[in-house]
Nanobody
């Protein structure tokens, strides 16, 4: 059973930056990709970005394009989400999940993703 652990969440001021990490362990670790999602209180889960573990495919939701970047370290089975110019509306619990890196999971809030982490909280204050 693949286990995912997110880290890096914190409280920052508007305009600040954070880097979230998603580390995979257990097995088998031959998943197609890792996606990042978030859920704010009372809101549906939102897809943010994903990255393929086998090639350079990366996808971003329109809401974060230009502010968030995604990268990976295959040797560590870790994916990073670099977030910049953070806004109060970015406040949420951020989750990562394994699965295909395609727009369907991003647009549907995670449909088709397999294993999920427990999330890391991000709070952006004015």
């Amino acid at each position: 059973q693949v286990q995912l652990v997110e880290s890096g969440g914190a409280q920052v001021h508007s305009g600040g930056s954070l880097r979230l990490s998603c580390s995979a362990s257990g097995g088998p670790l031959n998943f197609e990709g890792i996606g990042w999602f978030r859920q704010a209180p009372g809101m549906p889960r939102e897809g943010l970005s994903c990255i393929s573990m086998s090639d350079d495919t990366k996808r971003f939701a329109e809401s974060v394009k230009g502010r968030f970047t995604i990268s990976k370290d295959n040797s560590k089975k870790t994916v990073y989400l670099q977030m910049s110019n953070l806004k109060p509306e970015d406040t949420a619990i951020y989750y990562c999940a394994t699965g295909p890196c395609s727009y369907f999971p991003l647009l549907s809030g995670g449909s088709g993703m397999d294993h999920w982490g427990k999330g890391t909280p991000v709070t952006v204050s004015v």
